[in-house]
């Protein structure tokens, strides 16, 4: 490896943009961040402006560029890695959005999902993409947005439209409209990608009724995606890594194994476990999915997905205004022996894994007059743990125990947060030296690409753990935390 590459890592998420140079041992040169706003128009519908996700992307990356090039860093390759399954329509000459985007969150397809269950076509998408029939994915917001948008359909029959997941979407603007390109994991996440043949799938987009015309072409995550237009950064780069959020901090967490396992704490939070070169269909209404593919070798994954979790602090900031930053969090929730019976369940936009009930709304259960910021601030970070440990049942149910978790994501640096999540789960919880994995995931996939590294295991010389929280809680502390945490799901859910 030479130590005169750099790489420049675009890391599009659901609350903010980020770019971050990383050397070739996976440390931070420079970085930049932007936040932006939330749309929310109904109940259950979360929207983003593409024009701001473009343009506050534009100005993080040039930022952290122009600070690594004054420091005498060279960048050789650029990977993006973005928040999944939001969708977008553009159009081909101009590139100007026909719609917000629909943000993976929204949940105005719901009634669209339970007609088509009801029709039963569950399994054929199930069998197909390795997902449920749930608004979540991408499918049914392009229907939406070709069915309410004036003449959005016409135009896609005729070719003049593009959709893409974010990734696709900054492609193009990056390359200046010249490449239409997606990777195999944000494609295995619109439900309209056959996961097992690599390809769109004719019979999902025929009962989308989605054209194919507006499709863009699947290629590995490590792969050429052209070069950046001259004018973006000065000079062309190429970009040649690109993975969904979730599968990109997974192989930054260098989970190359079977049966390696990471969990993402972000606006969501996200289990992935690495499953080996065959998908592993799980009983539990665990997502079946695509973990990356380097070099014509596909990684499957089996993936649990929580909606709310970072979110549901950004809520107690902005929305309760109850604190001023994410980093008092663990001094009051530490402050408490125990939750004193306050439950809160964050379904703000309906609970995922493995509930799937998109009609789930958040609520606090157990408030006294006693109740106070602590109270709820605690059982805020105590639900994050609960539904972790939800979908490690539902894996075990399925007859995998994995051994210790990897953690990543902006919840991490709470100390308390992982601490409980170890006792919740029974479990060692290792969090990494560098937990910016999502990025440092893209990096390696272009890193990888551009010849930077030579295989996988020299990638996986660069992980090095910070620190190992073990568990200390009593099994029966645990059990009466667990049973009420059940029952205030089940008070929650709508079915």
Known sequence: MSDKKYILSIDQG?????????????ISLTKAQQEFPQIYPDDGWVEHDPETIWSSTLAVSRAALDEATAKGARVATI????????????????????????????RRTADYCSELKASGHEELVTARTGLLLDPYFSATKIAWILDNVEGARTRAEKGELAFGTV??????????GAVHATDVTNASRTMIFDIHKLTWDAELLALFNIPASILPEVKDSAADFGQTAPEIFGTPIPVEGIAGDQQAASFGQT?????????????????????GNKPLASKNRLLTTIGYRVKGQTSYALEGAIFVSGAAVQWLRDGLKIIKSAA????????????????LVPAFTGLGAPYWDPHARGAIFGLTRDSGPAEIVRAT???VCYQT???????????????ELRVDGGMVSNDWLLQFLADTLNLSVDRPEVSETTALGAAYLAGLQHGIYESLEDIKQNWHLQRRFVPEMSADTREHNLSGWDLAI????RK
């Not at 659901?14 to 996976?26: C, M, Q």
């Open 14 to 26: 659901t609350t903010s943009s980020r770019a971050i140079v990383f050397d070739t041992s996976g």
């Open 79 to 106: 990977g993006i890695t973005n928040q999944r399954e939001t969708t977008i329509v553009w159009d081909r000459t101009t590139g100007k959005p026909v719609y917000n985007a629909i943000v993976w969150q929204d």
């Open 167 to 176: 990734d696709s979407f900054l492609l193009w603007h990056l390359t200046g």
């Open 255 to 275: 989970c190359f194994e079977p049966g390696s396992i990471k969990s993402t704490y972000g606006t969501g939070c996200f289990v992935l476990l690495n499953t």
């Open 328 to 343: 008092e969090t663990e001094a009051l929730a530490s402050s408490l022996n125990d939750n004193k019976g306050v439950y």
């Open 381 to 383: 970070l105590e639900a």
């Open 389 to 403: 440990r939800d979908l490690f049942q539902a894996m075990a149910d399925d007859g995998l125990t994995p051994k």
């Open 490 to 493: 089940q008070r929650t859910q």
